[in-house]
């Protein structure tokens, strides 16, 4: 199994920036894929950016050029780092991990609300 815990969300005003982080514990070896995932009211869950073991990353078209998503084995951690924030943005982020053998785990999310 693996746990993940979500943090940094918050309230932030357009055109600012925060910084997510999510700490994995738990069976780490067996990651295959880290993630982020998001949630806005009335909305299906979308992808947002992820990291495949050996360092790809992929982004969804929305966020490319403001997010960066990057990983630091050492702490176990996943952050994603958003800059240029939009009011569309507003959602509940939550993370995610596939291990190789294709089970998904998520997070409980974190808030992250985009308004002046």
């Known amino acids: 199994q693996v746990q993940l815990v979500e943090s940094g969300g918050g309230l932030v005003q357009p055109g600012g920036s925060l910084r997510l982080s999510c700490a994995a514990s738990?069976?780490?070896?067996?990651?295959?894929?880290m993630g982020w995932y998001r949630q806005a009211p009335g909305k299906e869950r979308e992808l947002v950016a992820r990291?495949?073991?050996?360092?790809?990353?992929e982004y969804a078209d929305s966020v490319k050029g403001r997010f960066t998503i990057s990983g630091d084995n050492a702490r176990n951690t996943i952050d994603l780092q958003m800059n240029s924030l939009k009011s569309e943005d507003t959602a509940v982020y939550y993370c995610t991990s596939i291990l190789y053998g294709g089970m998904r785990y998520w997070g409980k999310g974190t808030l992250v609300t985009v308004s002046s």
């Open positions: 990291i495949i073991s050996g360092g790809i990353t």
């Open positions: 738990g069976s780490i070896s067996s990651i295959y894929i």
